[in-house]
């Protein structure tokens, strides 16, 4: 079993930024990316950026997230980041961290086999 935590979640001004981390603990061997998705109220849960393992890089294109959200991670901490700038208030969501031991495309919520429980962002206008 693979444990996620994530943190850096509240309260931002439009306009402003924040980072987001999500700390892996557990059988983390047997994983080989994680990901950041994010569920706003009423809506569908939405998938923002993955890293793998491997070195690449999968963003939502969508004009929602695009160049504005960065996934980074360091590698000595098991932890994976998440970058917003230039926030809006409809970045408003419940942020979530998750893993997998073996992504396709990576942007489908089902490719995952681990979740934390999620991190609250509220961006004010």
């Known amino acids: 079993q693979v444990q996620l935590v994530e943190s850096g979640g509240g309260l931002v001004q439009a306009g402003g930024s924040l980072r987001l981390s999500c700390a892996a603990s557990g059988r983390t061997i047997s994983i080989n990316a994680m990901g950041w998705f994010r569920q706003a109220p009423g809506k569908e849960r939405e998938f923002v950026a993955t890293?793998?393992?491997?070195?690449?890089?999968?963003?939502n294109g969508g004009e929602s997230v695009r160049g504005r959200f960065t996934i980074s991670r360091d590698n000595a901490k098991n932890t994976v980041y998440l970058h917003g700038k230039s926030l809006k208030p409809e970045d408003t969501a419940v942020y979530y961290c998750?893993?997998?031991?073996?992504?396709?495309?990576?942007?489908?919520?089902?490719?995952?086999?681990?979740w934390g429980q999620g991190t609250q962002v509220t961006v004010s206008s």
């Open positions: 890293i793998r393992w491997s070195g690449g890089i999968t963003y």
């Open positions: 998750a893993a997998s031991g073996g992504l396709v495309s990576g942007t489908n919520e089902y490719e995952y086999d681990y």
